[in-house]
Structures are given as structure tokens and as C-alpha cells.
């Protein structure tokens, strides 16, 4: 697996992996989407979540500190 910066991603990109862990795994349900955004993208420049690519599969993850995965 690669770790892939967020800084190196598109707006829209980021926006795609940080919707897609929103919506099918994060488990959060209160609040917009734009506060989930929000969190999820300060969690990013923290460190406390990375974006990982994984060649073999040709998928790439959002992992949360808590371990979630997507």
C-alpha cells in the first residue's frame, strides 16, 4: 500500500474519497455533510487519518485513527 498525501489529490478527488467514506463507513450520522467533510479533512491534516492507494486491488482508503477503513 501507498500513502498518498491528501495535498497531492484534486479538490475533487478528495472530495470523492472523503464523500465515500462518509456515506458507506464512518458510522457518522449526526450532522451536514459539509460538517462531516469538515472533520474528516481536519482529521487528514492532523495525521490522525491517512489516504492510502493499494496497487494490487486499484483501490484507494481513507483510514480514521478509530481504524475505519473505506
Do not use: C, F
Request: aromatic share 4%.
Amino acid at each position: 500500500m501507498i500513502e498518498i498525501p491528501h495535498q497531492a489529490l484534486s479538490d475533487d478527488a478528495l472530495w470523492g474519497v472523503i464523500d465515500e467514506y462518509i456515506t458507506r463507513e464512518s458510522g457518522v450520522t449526526d450532522g451536514t455533510l459539509e460538517s462531516k467533510r469538515t472533520e474528516i479533512l481536519r482529521q487528514l491534516e492532523e495525521g490522525t487519518a491517512t489516504i492510502t492507494y493499494d496497487s494490487k486491488l486499484g483501490s484507494t482508503q481513507l483510514i480514521a485513527r478509530n481504524g475505519s477503513e473505506r
